[in-house]
């Protein structure tokens, strides 16, 4: 594509900023079917994100710490606030929801290995807890969700933390979508639905409507559970700020937030592209509201969307959570979108780094499918291994910049360890534009 | 019988000495007295187990219940036997909103009115309602049945999937893909059985079925103005 462009516009034709290669497919797709574009992955376009930011390493007016010889504490514990049992968390990067239905059991399973191996938790995601999950998952967050698929009480009690959630970074404001294509014997049974039928996940709770109602059932999840496992909600980035007020008198324990860079297994483009804000803008947000309440670090904050290496992990941490979510990231280290499937990929129309039509379970990788003969492609051993690999990676680059500005603990970092490049990202980290004291909106 | 008084003992109490029995049942009689509308009463129970709720109930009542009988004399606040598994709740009285929502299993029965969302995402429970239930009772729902003796409010049964409503009553309006279906022989005994079950004494013969039209089970664009 590059060297046809290149040729073209060495020959003059000239193509528009507004209606570019991909807005013209994108319309004339829909001239086609008549119907949105459906698809997984998370936003593609551009926002303002963690590579904006960088870190103030030690030198003069700073000490830092020896690289490989001065410990830098990575563990993390969840849960709190009236939990008997919070989780302690050995690596700050938690696996994010994810269901089965929309992943294959064998991907379900080798998130689980990866995650154990390092210590830190996973999460089960609509549709309920697999058998095979819940054995290959040392620490299991449950997901409580409008749709209530596959919920029951034995599972809930079984589950070292409940996640209620209200939306996700994709889709603040939707429901969920598992296409009728995927719902296989199994999936359906756990759903009490009949096989091919499309399943829809309501965008709202079906016995709760605003967060006097949600206290009221957050206990009712404590009672059921005797009190010993930490609650979790979990919102999608929009009203950040008066969401987690509002989160924190619910009474939770621990919050989730995803921004807009979170994936989704089946969403509307529209609604990917177009609502919600960048994960970065969100965290300060979230920050402030509970350190007004007097509940940072009492009422711990996960984030997530678009988390990809150490350098993610650390900015985030230094902006005031106390760890992170990860999901695309994960499945690309399981394998999804790996070149050895070029050839694949090509075939049902997409390429390798592009393949987000998660919603078709069609997936070559093995991974977002329900196809038995592509499950098969995943070894979750050797899956998890490679998860565990990256956990691993991401943790020592997160201590590797802890050490550098002189922390012997992630939670350490702080904001004033970080700048940022541009006007955007210092407006909405809230940290000062590189080589100079301004914040945008807070000092002159 | 053991009775354990709200006035002296939490809710906390009560429900930690119910859950006890799970592991070794030393009482199968229970009596809660003392109630004043008090949310999250004999939540998660999974035991053979009789309880009595003498007053009215708050929020959650008997939600996720498996196995017991919860009897309530009184009315009971919003999602009364939400996520059921199994056993049976009755309510003397009437049911906030949500009733019966999301249950997979056993029986709620409310001999009073239910209001809004009564067996919404319903899973496989049964619930019969003595008198009328609100507007958009049974959305997306999916298995079991819904009994309304008297009238439904509107958009009953929207955006069914495979359950069952039976109304003897009005139903104001019917919600998308929800269909008035053919009461045939095998729904009468059907019907006929839940009745009886419930306790309730109605002539199934003068109930209409409901059901989905399952037009709307698969996206298609030409159904678009439908959502």
Known sequence: MSEEKDLNINTGLRESATFDHFTMAEIRRAAETGIYDIRGFGAKRKVPHFDDLLFLGASMSRYPLEGYREKCNTQVTLGTRFAKKPIVIETPVTIAGMSFGALSANAKEALGRGASEVGTSTTTGDGGMTPEERGQSSKLVYQYLPSRYGMNPDDLRKADAIEVVLGQGAKPGGGGMLLGQKITDRVAQMRTLPKGVDQRSACRHPDWTGPDDLAIKIQELREITDWQVPIYIKVGATRTYYDVKLAVKAGADVIVVDGMQGGTAATQEVFIEHVGIPTMAAIPQAVQALQEMGMHRKVQLIVSGGIRNGADVAKCMALGADAVAIGTAALIALGDNDPKWEA?????????????????????????????????????????????????????????????????????LEPEDLVALTVESAAMARVPLAGTSWIPGQKF | ???????????????????????????????????????????????????????????????????????????????????????????????????????????????????????????????????????????????????????????L?????????????????????????????EHIEHLTELLHRAGVDEDPAAFKRYGSARNLYNFKVDHASSY
């Not at chain 1, 998660?358 to 592509?374: F, N, R």
């Not at chain 2, 053991?2 to 009560?14: G, N, P, Q, W």
């Not at chain 2, 929207?158 to 009005?170: F, H, N, P, Q, W």
């Open chain 1, 344 to 412: 694949e990929y090509r075939k049902i129309g997409s390429a390798a780094g592009f393949y987000d039509d998660y919603q078709e379970g069609k997936d070559p990788a093995g991974i977002s499918t329900q196809d038995p003969e592509l499950s098969k492609r995943l070894d979750p051993v050797v899956a998890g291994h490679r998860l565990a690999n990256y956990l691993r990676v991401l943790t020592m680059e997160a201590q590797t910049l802890a050490r550098a500005c002189g922390k012997n603990d992630l939670r350490n």
């Open chain 2, 1 to 155: 019988m053991k009775t354990i008084d709200l006035e002296k003992s939490s809710v906390r109490e009560l429900n930690q000495a119910l859950h006890d029995q799970h592991n070794e049942c030393t009482e199968r009689e229970w009596e809660v007295t003392g109630v004043k509308g008090d949310h999250n009463l004999a939540v998660g129970l999974d035991q053979s187990l009789s309880v009595h709720i003498k007053g009215h109930a708050g929020y959650y009542c008997a939600g996720m219940n498996k196995k017991a009988n919860i009897l309530v004399e009184g009315n009971v606040g919003q999602g009364v036997a939400e996520n059921m598994m199994s056993g049976s709740v009755r309510v003397t009285g009437d049911a906030s909103q949500s009733a019966g929502a999301t249950a997979h299993g056993g029986l709620l029965v409310v001999e009073g009115n239910a209001g809004a969302r009564c067996g919404i995402s319903l899973k496989g429970a049964d619930i019969v309602v003595k008198g009328s239930v609100g507007h958009m009772s049974c959305f997306m729902a999916q298995a079991g049945t819904l009994v309304v003796c008297g009238d439904a409010g509107e958009a």
């Open chain 2, 157 to 185: 049964g929207d955006s069914l999937y495979e359950t069952r409503i039976y109304v003897k009553g009005s139903v104001k309006s019917l919600g998308a893909d929800c269909v008035e279906k053919e009461m045939r022989a």
